[in-house]
């Protein structure tokens, strides 16, 4: 599977940001999928996952209410909506497949997001 992340940028602070990841190669469904975020000197943090159908969903406290991630699975498409951002979202944003849970298989080669105050 091969992961591509879109749609970062350069934001105000309570703006607005779409990102997408688009997946090509073995059935999207059967990955359970999952964004992650690592800013400057910090570790890497796991942001939102959504099950294989999007029944299931989970969000790290800091995000609750401002993200929502989403997908399409027949656009093999998964995406998160960052509303109400903040300077401290600010980081490189991952895009990650997983066939088993607690472990990611596949990752994107992440995408800049930037909210200035």
């Known amino acids: 599977v091969q992961l591509v992340e879109s749609g970062g940028g350069l934001v105000q602070a309570g703006g607005s940001l779409r990102l997408s990841c688009a997946a090509s190669g073995r059935s999207f469904n059967s990955y359970r999928m999952g964004w992650f975020r690592q800013a400057p000197g910090k570790e890497r943090e796991l942001v939102a996952t959504?099950?294989?159908?999007?029944?299931?969903?989970y969000y790290v406290d800091s995000v609750k209410g401002r993200f929502t991630i989403s997908r399409d699975n027949a656009k093999s498409t998964v995406y998160l909506q960052m509303n109400s951002l903040k300077p401290e979202d600010t980081a490189i944003y991952y895009c990650a497949a997983s066939l088993q849970i607690g472990k990611y298989d596949y990752w994107g080669q992440g995408i800049q997001v930037t909210v200035s105050s």
């Open positions: 959504i099950g294989k159908i999007g029944g299931s969903t």
